[in-house]
């Protein structure tokens, strides 16, 4: 996807959370981690996963998996996979 901003990814990424979760209003911030988000459990967070790469059209490897502690980490390796 060209010309992706951080505003863009966060925009589109809380769009995926709020399907994955079937829930509207949920307030994501850069500092959001899963455990501060009801219903974002394990087999959520796969989902949302799946469906940031499919959105984004990127795909992550293992090691990528293993880096995003918060949304703006996750915003960050999008971000970086994109401009690949």
Request: glycine share 2%; net charge negative; charged share 30%.
């Amino acid at each position: 996807m060209a010309d992706l901003t951080e505003e863009s990814v966060f925009a589109t990424l809380q769009v995926i959370v709020e399907e994955v979760l079937e829930e509207e209003d949920i307030q994501l911030t850069r500092d959001s981690t899963a455990n501060d988000i009801p219903n974002w459990d394990s087999l959520a967070h796969v989902e949302i996963l799946e469906l940031v790469q499919r959105r984004f059209k990127i795909k992550f490897s293992l090691a990528d998996l293993q880096k995003p502690k918060t949304v703006g980490d996750l915003i960050d390796l999008i971000l970086a996979k994109s401009s690949k």
